[in-house]
């Protein structure tokens, strides 16, 4: 039984929304094959991830810029739920543990090797 097609246009609705959303994100993740990012809220953790981040960019003669992201929303789209998150090539390559300098340069060297 149909209620007066009223499902029906919030479905579509649902499915344009989808489509939109999915747009946004291939649009944002296109723009961040370049920077590497790093995902948390600020704390003592994240701000150490991102300095040792472009120490090991600067070591491996790298040009790339490094972008902290601190909205939760835009983190969540990445499937981190634990931070610090590092980000290369839009790929996830660790959340929620603290990383050594030689560990940051070792994802940066199999992600740009030549």
């Given amino acids: 039984m149909k209620l007066f097609g009223l499902f029906e246009k919030k ?3 649902k499915e344009e929304n989808r ?6 994100i291939s649009n944002e993740a296109k723009s961040n094959l370049e920077k590497i990012l790093i995902l948390g809220s600020g704390c003592d953790k994240c701000i150490e991830l991102e300095k ?3 120490i090991a960019i600067s070591d491996l003669g790298l040009d790339l810029k490094v972008q902290h992201i601190e909205d939760f929303k835009e983190i969540m789209t990445y499937g981190v739920m634990a931070t610090p998150g590092l980000v290369i090539n839009n790929k996830v390559v660790s959340s929620g543990r ?9 994802f940066l060297e199999e992600a740009y090797k030549k």
């Fill in 11 to 13: 479905k579509e609705e």
């Fill in 19 to 24: 489509e939109e959303r999915k747009d946004n």
């Fill in 52 to 54: 040792i981040t472009k």
């Fill in 98 to 106: 603290k990383l050594s300098l030689e560990e940051v340069k070792k």
